[in-house]
């Protein structure tokens, strides 16, 4: 496939480091985790007891704070229904965000309809400061002593505008009410770990890190200590109870590697990621008179990430003529869906510029010249769709 994949927001490649450490996990060493009434069984366990330390350890946890799951969208539900239908949880209200991603809003809403209070709190538009972000004010206003649980997603995933964790945390903390963060866009792109940004909860998903897809995780700050979360998935007890099934020892070995190689790449390619995407918004500007960015500067953004606004065209026309170019007009989960993006919305974009909008996730497995090759594809492919308008 001779196609630039610029879109590593949705997913990434699996790095063939990771493929090599989970091969001998199919064929060699595939005895269940759980059966250590034999020798393969214990060896397994030992393996991957060792595996998921040092993914506790790469977001500064310890192992009995990690719970594996199957990705995001699962770690999101584990936390929402998790703290809010606990036994002990006597609290009705839960605070989140307007942009974050579906597989919160999706908890968000069916909890609203358990009877629970959701309030989503609007974002900065375009034209404020930082774009996307929420306003630390409005957050302390809500917070009350019936809220429950407060979420708010570190990077978005289509405009990469990071919100204030560690602020919101230390108000999470004065009123003691539990804190989650769905940090997927900003493991391996950005330094996430549990002590520097206080979080209570975090969800991660291995696919977005060139790890492989199905499996991801939810950390739990103390979880022996006095917060406990109601388990979602009942069987089997793995997990503390917390999450039963077979652990998945491949997935597992493969995520522990991905983590492994984003602990030591990821200083670096965040620096080459975020020139590639400021080249990449110089060469289109550059050649397209009226391009909008959407969301913050570079500050405020995730490196790889970019999300412009086309004058005059549909960013679905304008990915079909450039064919040899991968990317999106935002999530991967609605990308099937005709409404436009609620984070575009979400920042005052009108349904004509959402539409006329598209995103980039620039990745490991990409080259500057790549960036090149793509910015004159897509500035080919404008001019030709816009020749026809005028
Ligand atoms: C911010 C965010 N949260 C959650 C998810 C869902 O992750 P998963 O595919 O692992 O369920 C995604 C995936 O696009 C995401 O970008």
Redesign the pocket.
């Known amino acids: 496939m001779n196609v630039i994949y610029l879109d590593n927001?949705?997913?990434t490649r699996v790095d063939p480091r990771v493929v090599e450490a989970m091969i001998p996990w199919f064929d060699t060493w595939y005895a269940n985790p759980g059966s250590t009434t034999h020798e393969p069984g214990r060896l397994a366990k030992e393996a991957i007891d060792q595996a998921l330390a040092r993914i506790a350890g790469f977001f500064h946890a310890e192992p009995d704070e990690l719970i594996v799951t199957?990705?995001?969208?699962?770690?999101?539900n584990l936390a929402v229904f998790g703290v809010c239908l606990h036994p002990r949880q006597k609290r009705r209200k839960v605070i989140s965000v307007a942009t974050?991603?579906?597989?919160?809003l999706g908890p968000l809403q069916k909890i609203q309809k358990a009877g629970f209070d959701v309030k989503l709190l609007p974002v900065q538009s375009q034209n404020h400061c930082v774009p996307g972000q929420i306003d630390l004010q409005q957050v302390a206003e809500e917070i009350d002593s019936d809220t429950a649980l407060v979420s708010v997603?570190l990077?978005?995933?289509e405009i990469g505008v990071l919100q204030p964790i560690r602020e919101i945390a230390k108000l999470c903390a004065q009123h003691e009410v539990l804190f989650h963060t769905?940090?997927?866009?900003a493991v391996g792109r950005i330094p996430v770990d549990l002590d520097s940004l206080g979080v209570d909860l975090l969800?991660?998903?291995?696919?977005?890190v060139y790890g492989p897809?199905?499996?991801?995780g939810l950390l739990i700050r103390g979880q022996n200590g006095p917060m406990r979360l109601a388990p979602q998935i009942v069987g089997g007890g793995q997990q503390s109870n917390l999450r039963s099934g077979t652990l998945a020892s491949s997935s597992i070995i493969g995520m522990s590697k991905a983590l492994e190689i984003a602990r030591e790449s990821q200083m670096q390619e965040s620096v080459l990621h975020g020139l590639w995407r400021n080249r990449l918004w110089d060469l289109l500007s550059a050649a397209i008179p009226g391009l909008q960015r959407n969301g913050p500067d570079e500050q405020h953004r995730l490196p790889g990430n970019l999300n412009v606004c086309f004058p005059k065209v549909e960013g679905q026309s304008l990915m079909l003529e450039a064919k040899g170019i991968a990317v999106s007009s935002g999530?991967?989960?609605t990308s099937a869906n005709p409404e436009t993006s609620h984070v575009l919305r979400a920042i005052g974009r009108t349904d004509d510029e959402a539409r006329a909008s598209i995103r980039f996730g620039i990745g490991r497995f990409n080259s500057e010249h790549e960036i090149e090759i793509a910015a004159g594809q897509l500035i080919d492919a404008y001019h030709k769709l816009t020749s026809f308008v005028a």
């Open positions: 927001h949705a997913t199957s990705g995001a969208t699962e770690s999101n974050e991603h579906q597989a919160m997603m990077a978005n995933n769905d940090a997927t866009q969800s991660y998903s291995a696919h977005k897809k199905g499996i991801g999530s991967a989960c």
